[in-house]
């Protein structure tokens, strides 16, 4: 039922599935192609002008965070500051720019041990503020 309806005509939910900005605000059917007529810009690539971030006073500790956006980094620098283990933490807003969805890649030592359910209550409780503000977010841990 679901693919029918998505096989039509362009809906928000169709967007969003697309990776489009429909979560952002958009309020109907005119909107993305209105935008698009305006010459809006296409979405941002995964990670464009991503930089490294170093969390740590201390070299040996300190975990890389790759984010695009101030907002990005702030999430990062959260998780890595809250896991001394962290290797590197890896945020990318996936809502096309509007702080709504985000992909989430953590390493960290401090995940030894324990179940993937256990690794991401871990990661999930250190931005439990930030999750209230969101649609939503997909996690991946790993060990370094």
Do not use: N
Request: glycine letters at 12%; a positive charge.
């Amino acid at each position: 039922m679901l693919r029918r309806a998505l096989s039509s005509s362009w809906s928000p939910a169709r967007d969003l599935l697309r990776g489009g900005a429909a979560a952002c605000g958009s309020s109907g059917a005119g909107a993305a192609p209105a935008a698009a007529a305006a010459g809006a810009p296409p979405p941002r690539p995964p990670l464009a002008g991503a930089r490294p971030l170093t969390t740590s006073s201390s070299p040996a500790a300190a975990a890389e965070v790759t984010a695009a956006s101030e907002t990005e980094r702030a999430i990062g620098a959260k998780i890595a500051g809250g896991l001394p283990g962290a290797k590197s933490v890896r945020v990318e807003d996936t809502s096309g720019g509007c702080g709504t969805m985000y992909a989430i890649e953590v390493v960290a030592a401090d995940f030894e041990g324990q179940s993937k359910i256990k690794q991401h209550q871990l990661v999930a409780k250190l931005i439990a503020d930030d999750v209230k503000q969101w649609h939503g977010f997909q996690l991946v841990t790993k060990l370094p």
